[in-house]
């Protein structure tokens, strides 16, 4: 029987393929029987049940490299999910997530019995003609849940399988290894492939735009850190460091790995979804505070008041001073850009209306996911997308970064060339391969010194419209089909009809349904002008659900 992965390279030196399968299985048998789905977060589930997941996505990620030519990357983390799960996701070569054509395969990977797997394998090569004889390199990554280590085993051991090199990155927060993925895949070109270059990068650029006046107008020059102990947590102390006095950052739930309880009552998701201060982060009156999630791609800024309140600065908040302040630079160059916002229909009414009648700022929107975000804001030469969670980055063409540097090359005005060099140190400061909550920070702090405003001038801009959340209970949530980026009900016949009637009953009324993307739930958003009439409205559209699309349980209350 040959258990060791230097047993399973030699298996794969000799091209014995069929053996290194059935070896394989033998280490990393399906255990479960029900089935997974692989979506916009990978896969995620308890991490006991996940080894031979792991195992398979590691033959995946070679096939997948081999048919792209270029290396890819796995991250083991379950984001914002609490310590008992765990999950895996697959990173393409300019560091977006998993073309989605291929999450059909990577679903039918995981969910196949041990006898057919061999099949499957051959199936997807003979489909896609992929040639199995290059060498490939896996790039992995892994955030501190103590169940990440043995679940790299499992993967590396897929990996091994079909003869791929695995490379280690160890623990690192998700957005680092999207950011090495594309640093390796461009050549460099982009960065260099290594923490010591992804701090340097965003360090750099930060601190030059920054300059020497680090109080200016209502901005303080500190930042309370919610690190929801995890990754982000250990990650920021390198940041602190290599900023200096720049911004001081105050780092709280930075439990040392395996003490802190992660992502409990702490944590970007905590924060959005109970919209209250999160423990372990002292209640400063007026003091900006900021929280990550688990792998630190999510961010969430908020303050307390002096009556106590959380005020929350969400996804929405955070795209619109970005979108704000690229186009103020953008105009300063006078260049004609194309420059548009991604949102969701989770985005809250108000901010649409002041991004569109304030901001004249194209708006588009996706269904939820940021992978459908992330599509969406290609189509603009500078796309700016973030779910409400926090959730987004920006997104700059090739094309567009070659029109910078040519006009800057071509411009006989200086003061036209100091903001086209300006325009290009912002673009270093962002990670564009995927939402990353500490880039993100740093862009947030940049800009509110830049415009010398506290949390309260941000969040003075406009006023959000109180909004109500409700979950339904149904007997099949595929009943529910939708359309226009999930803000029209297209199935059970009549229900949008029935709608629409009862949001026109309230004073600037919206609502739309979705079904869960993973349980026999309806989901229920509705906004008014009150929060009396927000609570109201979601109710009377949750109770026309659950007696137009098969509710089941007991009837919705407030």
């Excluded at 500078?382 to 980055?393: L, P, Q, W």
């Excluded at 739309?512 to 229920?524: I, M």
Aim: charged residues 25%; glycine residues 8%.
């Amino acid at each position: 029987m040959i258990r060791s992965q230097a047993a399973l390279k030699m298996a794969n030196n000799n091209h014995n393929y069929k053996t290194v399968y059935a070896f394989a299985r033998e280490m990393h048998p399906k255990t479960e029987k029900f089935d997974v789905q692989y979506g916009t977060a990978g896969f995620r589930a308890k991490a006991s049940t996940l080894g031979y997941v792991m195992y398979r996505m590691g033959l995946l990620a070679v096939l997948r490299a081999r048919y792209k030519k270029g290396c890819i990357g796995v991250m083991i983390t379950a984001s914002h999910n609490p310590e008992p799960d765990n999950g895996v996701k697959l990173i393409d070569p300019c560091g977006e997530m998993l073309e989605q054509s291929w999450e059909k395969w990577a679903t039918k990977f995981a969910n196949v019995g041990d006898d057919q797997l061999e099949e499957v394998i051959n199936e997807i090569v003979t489909q896609l003609n992929i040639e199995m004889t290059q060498r490939v390199e896996i790039l992995v990554g892994k955030d501190t849940r103590p169940s990440s280590p043995s679940l790299a085993k499992a993967l590396c051991d897929g990996i091994l399988a079909l003869s791929g090199k695995p490379i280690d990155y160890g623990i690192v927060t998700t957005p680092q290894l999207h950011y090495f993925v594309y640093c390796r895949n461009s050549r460099h070109e982009y960065g260099l492939p290594t923490e010591e270059g992804y701090y340097r990068k965003l360090c750099n650029a930060f601190k030059k735009l920054r300059g020497q006046k680090f109080d200016v107008g209502n901005y303080s020059n500190e930042v309370f850190y919610d690190g929801a102990n995890g990754v982000g947590a250990k990650k920021i102390k390198y940041f602190q460091e290599c900023l200096g006095d720049s911004l001081k950052i105050g780092m709280y739930n930075d439990e040392l790995i395996g003490t802190g309880k992660l992502n409990y009552m702490c944590g970007a998701d905590y924060v959005k979804t109970t919209q209250s201060f999160p423990h372990g982060v002292p209640q400063e009156i007026n003091q900006r505070c900021c929280s990550v999630d688990g792998d630190a791609d999510r961010l969430m800024y908020y303050y307390l008041d002096e009556d106590k309140k959380c005020h929350l600065l969400d996804g929405d908040r955070i795209a619109i001073l970005i979108a704000e302040y690229l186009k103020e630079v953008v105009e300063s160059t006078g260049l004609e850009v194309d420059l548009g916002l991604v949102q969701t229909a989770y985005a809250n009414g108000a901010s649409t209306k002041y991004i569109t009648k304030k901001l004249k700022v194209p708006v588009s929107f996706a269904c939820t996911g940021v992978k459908y975000l992330h599509h969406q804001a290609l189509k603009f030469e500078i796309g700016v997308y973030f779910e409400a969670n926090g959730h987004g980055t920006v997104i700059f063409k090739k094309e567009f970064k070659e029109k910078l540097r040519s006009a800057l090359k071509d411009s006989s005005s200086d003061e036209v060339k100091s903001a086209i060099e300006k325009l290009l140190v912002v673009i270093d400061l962002v990670n564009e391969t995927v939402g990353d909550a500490i880039s993100d920070m740093l862009l947030v702090e940049t800009i509110l010194h830049s415009k010398g405003w506290s949390v309260q001038d941000w969040e003075g801009a406009y006023t959000d419209l109180p909004n109500r959340l409700m979950k339904v209970s149904v007997k099949d949530r595929a009943k529910i089909q939708t359309t226009d980026a999930e803000r029209r009900c297209v199935k059970p016949d009549g229900l949008q009809d029935a709608i629409d009637a009862i949001v026109d009953k309230y004073n600037a009324g919206r609502s739309f349904v979705r079904p869960s993307g993973t349980e026999d739930l309806v989901r229920v958003y509705a906004e008014a002008s009150t929060r009396e009439e927000a609570d109201q409205l979601a109710l009377e559209i949750a109770l026309k659900v659950y007696e137009m699309a098969g509710g089941i349980g007991p009837e919705p209350t407030l």
